[in-house]
């Protein structure tokens, strides 16, 4: 533990930066326009509500890795066993590639809009290789790297945020119904997409805890932001296409420095960490290499696959990791378990498939709250039962 410690590379700031700039994606405004059938006040009000939810769990597994000095999957492993950690690693390689096509097509869509002479697979293939030099960088170097790529887009934000939330009439709201829970549970299901990539950056963490808080406020805060432009492109701007309001705003230049910078700050950790839970799955893999590999692959999905469409992807990996996330942070908050030697553990393997079942029966749920809360609450309290009934059994 004392010589990972002082190899951690990561200052509090640098990692509040960095996921700040992870925040802040084209797929987070998307998102937001989903939300105009609320309206404007309880629109927000349903985005406020469901990060709330899902950056406590993102902050308690980033502390999770924090502590121990482990990747995300490290994590699994010391609640599910070694088969555990390599089955949800595989799982996450494959949400993240999935998730590299869907970013990068998304991107490349939208500044193919403000430059359409390069098309969307010109687009495309300059920001592959943009984040194909991020992922080269190394964990240091691309920290100082994101950090100012943070700054600018923060600044670019602003000013986007002027041409969203400019003078003008709300528009008609959408008719098609949203109930306030279901809101809520799009809302959550965002940061909870991070599960499963928080750990392998909140684990250079200089310090833990304050590490882990600074990654989850930065994260929760851009989220948010990012959700409220959604909205406002749909209810104030009369659009869902955030580069539609750009190029009608005048902001050519602008436009199409966040929508690259924006896609490559946020993308690259997804395929970063493709390349980090491959190496779980066979540890003679190398991290980087794997991880210029997934980019590659996901610039090829984003060219020739069909893969705009994402909210039932997000839903798919709530179902994955939340029950993941939960597990873990009983064991390690609560219980104080760790199986890292086992090769797998029943108990939690058992758990976790009964909470993936119970997460996507959930989703027919209409609760203010959403679902992700009482998913959470129930796998939590039947851990912590199963643990009693154990114990009891011993004596």
Same mark, same amino acid.
């Given at each position: 533990?004392?010589?990972?410690?002082?190899?951690?590379?990561?200052?509090t700031p640098t990692l509040g930066l960095v996921w700040f700039g992870a925040s802040v994606s084209?797929?987070?405004?998307?998102?937001?326009?989903?939300?105009a059938p609320l309206g404007f006040e309880m629109g927000l009000l349903a985005i406020l509500v469901g990060h709330i939810i899902g950056c406590v769990l993102f902050g308690f597994v980033a502390y999770v890795s924090a502590r121990a000095g482990v990747s995300a999957m490290g994590a699994a492993r010391r609640s599910f066993g070694a088969a555990g950690e390599k089955f949800f690693s595989v799982a996450n390689v494959v949400q993240l590639?999935?998730?590299?096509?869907?970013?990068?097509? !998304?991107?490349? !869509?939208? $500044? !193919?809009?403000?430059?359409?002479?390069?098309?969307?697979?010109?687009?495309?293939?300059?920001i592959g290789a943009l984040i194909v030099?991020?992922?080269?960088?190394?964990?240091?170097?691309?920290?100082?790297?994101?950090?100012? $790529?943070?700054?600018?887009?923060?600044? #670019?934000?602003?000013?986007?945020?002027?041409?969203?939330?400019?003078?003008?009439?709300?528009?008609?709201?959408?008719?098609?119904? #949203? !109930?306030?829970?279901? $809101?809520?549970?799009?809302?959550?299901?965002?940061?909870?997409? &991070?599960?499963?990539?928080?750990?392998?950056? $909140?684990?250079?963490?200089?310090?833990?805890l304050t590490g882990s808080l600074a990654s989850t406020i930065a994260y929760c805060v851009g989220s948010c932001w990012m959700f409220a432009m959604g909205l406002g492109c749909a209810l104030f701007a009369g659009s869902d296409d955030i580069a539609l309001v750009l190029s009608q705003s005048g902001l050519g230049v602008v436009g199409i420095l966040i929508v690259v910078l924006s896609t490559v700050t946020t993308t690259f950790l997804d395929a970063q960490s493709a390349g980090i839970s491959a190496t779980s799955v066979w540890g003679k893999l190398d991290a980087r290499l794997c991880g210029i590999f997934a980019t590659i692959i996901g610039v090829i999905l984003a060219i020739f696959?069909?893969?705009?469409?994402?909210?039932?992807?997000?839903? #798919?990996?709530?179902?994955?990791?939340?029950?993941?996330?939960?597990?873990?942070?009983?064991?390690?908050?609560?219980?104080?378990?760790?199986?890292?030697?086992?090769?797998?553990?029943?108990?939690?393997?058992?758990?976790?498939?009964?909470?993936?079942?119970?997460?996507?029966?959930?989703? %027919? &749920?209409?609760?203010?709250? %959403?679902?992700?809360?009482?998913?959470?609450?129930i796998i939590v309290i039947a851990a912590l039962a199963a643990d009693a009934a154990a114990r009891a059994l011993q004596r």
């Amino acid at each position: 533990m004392g010589d990972r410690d002082n190899q951690r590379v990561m200052s509090t700031p640098t990692l509040g930066l960095v996921w700040f700039g992870a925040s802040v994606s084209l797929a987070e405004i998307l998102t937001g326009t989903f939300f105009a059938p609320l309206g404007f006040e309880m629109g927000l009000l349903a985005i406020l509500v469901g990060h709330i939810i899902g950056c406590v769990l993102f902050g308690f597994v980033a502390y999770v890795s924090a502590r121990a000095g482990v990747s995300a999957m490290g994590a699994a492993r010391r609640s599910f066993g070694a088969a555990g950690e390599k089955f949800f690693s595989v799982a996450n390689v494959v949400q993240l590639v999935g998730w590299t096509a869907i970013m990068v097509v !998304s991107g490349a !869509s939208a $500044a !193919s809009l403000l430059v359409p002479q390069l098309g969307i697979a010109g687009w495309s293939i300059v920001i592959g290789a943009l984040i194909v030099v991020w992922i080269a960088l190394g964990m240091k170097r691309m920290g100082y790297v994101q950090s100012v $790529a943070a700054v600018l887009l923060f600044a #670019l934000t602003v000013v986007a945020s002027s041409a969203v939330f400019g003078p003008g009439d709300v528009a008609a709201q959408p008719e098609e119904a #949203l !109930s306030f829970g279901a $809101a809520v549970e799009l809302a959550v299901a965002m940061p909870l997409s &991070w599960l499963p990539v928080v750990g392998d950056y $909140a684990r250079e963490a200089k310090h833990p805890l304050t590490g882990s808080l600074a990654s989850t406020i930065a994260y929760c805060v851009g989220s948010c932001w990012m959700f409220a432009m959604g909205l406002g492109c749909a209810l104030f701007a009369g659009s869902d296409d955030i580069a539609l309001v750009l190029s009608q705003s005048g902001l050519g230049v602008v436009g199409i420095l966040i929508v690259v910078l924006s896609t490559v700050t946020t993308t690259f950790l997804d395929a970063q960490s493709a390349g980090i839970s491959a190496t779980s799955v066979w540890g003679k893999l190398d991290a980087r290499l794997c991880g210029i590999f997934a980019t590659i692959i996901g610039v090829i999905l984003a060219i020739f696959a069909p893969v705009s469409d994402f909210e039932e992807f997000l839903y #798919l990996i709530g179902s994955i990791f939340a029950p993941m996330a939960a597990i873990v942070i009983a064991d390690n908050f609560a219980l104080k378990r760790n199986n890292d030697a086992k090769g797998i553990d029943i108990r939690n393997a058992v758990l976790w498939v009964l909470g993936f079942a119970l997460y996507r029966v959930s989703l %027919g &749920w209409d609760i203010p709250c %959403g679902n992700t809360l009482p998913v959470i609450a129930i796998i939590v309290i039947a851990a912590l039962a199963a643990d009693a009934a154990a114990r009891a059994l011993q004596r």
